[in-house]
């Protein structure tokens, strides 16, 4: 393209790309230092049934830079998975979460499930299941109470490989939920060879499903795929009593978002969970 454009005009285009390259650069060693001293927090947003109690949290990871102020995970964990900080960063997210979720048990809360967001770079590049073993080890939680989500394009890696190592996962008693559902570009034929429990309807499906538009088709279609193979579903980002009203009819009984309730710091959960 930059033979159509006049002189002027290609030395602005680099002169743009080189100061986008210096952010990303700058960026990068700031996530750099974060990760590793850990400078990076945990928030819990809950995950609640049809009379709106909480059966799980989901971890998120969050980033207050110095430099920066506090940045998007949309942004910077796409940064940690090309710079190859991720595995790092999930250990610290698995760790953090899983220990807090022993303290729910030791509380009384036994029943509540922590979610972790797996990259699909991590079936890659660690020995997953063993990474999960030994922090389950290490956090005295029982693997039942750890919900790993996926999202689709793990599914579409290494099949083989994949396959062993969510059915050692499965095995242990892990749960798998596949994140953002709907949106990939995978065959629908994985439900059926992966040990999955869970689907989670993606967001922009359910921001659309009380507008009579493709979004309540899809949702309505979701949710019927899930109860025909005997899946748990669950609908994220529900906002407005109009969505949820259409999601209760359509027969899904697990909901996340903003509605119910925002992911909160780890102080703020046992006021939550007491009901305040
Ligand atoms: P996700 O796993 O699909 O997480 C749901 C995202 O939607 C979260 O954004 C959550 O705060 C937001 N959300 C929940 N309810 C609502 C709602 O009602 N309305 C709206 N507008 N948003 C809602 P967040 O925390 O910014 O995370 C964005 C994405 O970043 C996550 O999407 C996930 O893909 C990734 N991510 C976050 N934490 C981690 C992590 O520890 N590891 C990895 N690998 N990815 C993470
Ligand atoms: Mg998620
Ligand atoms: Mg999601
Ligand atoms: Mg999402």
């Not at 005009?9 to 100061?19: G, M």
């Not at 609640?48 to 989901?58: I, M, W, Y």
């Not at 996340?256 to 909160?264: D, H, I, K, L, S």
Request: net charge negative; with cysteine; proline share 4%.
């Amino acid at each position: 393209h930059a033979k159509k454009l006049g002189k002027g005009q290609f030395q602005f285009y680099t002169e743009s790309l080189n100061a986008e390259a210096r952010d990303r650069l700058a960026l990068d060693s700031a996530l750099r230092r974060a990760v590793e001293q850990e400078e990076l927090h945990v928030v819990y947003q809950p995950k609640v049934d049809a009379r709106g109690r909480p059966f799980g949290f989901e971890a998120l990871v969050r980033w207050e830079s110095a430099e920066f102020g506090s940045v998007s995970p949309v942004r910077f964990i796409p940064l940690a998975e090309e710079n190859g900080l991720i595995g790092q960063l999930t250990v610290f997210v698995l760790r953090t979460a899983c220990r807090e979720a022993a303290r729910w048990r030791a509380a009384g809360h036994g029943h509540l499930r922590v979610a972790v967001n797996i990259s699909p770079s991590l079936f890659r590049e660690k020995d997953l299941a063993a990474l999960v073993r030994a922090v389950l080890a290490e956090a005295g939680l029982p693997p039942e109470n750890l919900e790993l989500e996926i999202t689709e394009g793990v599914l579409m890696g290494d099949v083989q490989r994949t396959l062993a190592v969510l059915n050692e996962l499965k095995a242990m008693g892990v749960y798998i939920a596949v994140d953002d559902f709907g949106t990939g570009y995978s065959s629908l034929a994985y439900l059926k060879r992966f040990p999955i429990d869970i689907l989670k309807v993606d967001r922009s499906f359910v921001l659309e499903c009380d507008q009579g538009n493709g979004g309540l088709a899809i949702t309505r279609a979701i949710v019927s795929l899930a109860h025909s193979l005997n899946l748990r579903v669950v609908a994220e980002g529900v906002e407005q009593q109009t969505q949820l009203a259409v999601l209760n009819a359509l027969g899904c009984q697990e909901f996340q978002g903003y509605y119910f309730a925002r992911p909160m710091p780890v102080e703020q959960i046992a006021a939550y969970l007491a009901g305040g």
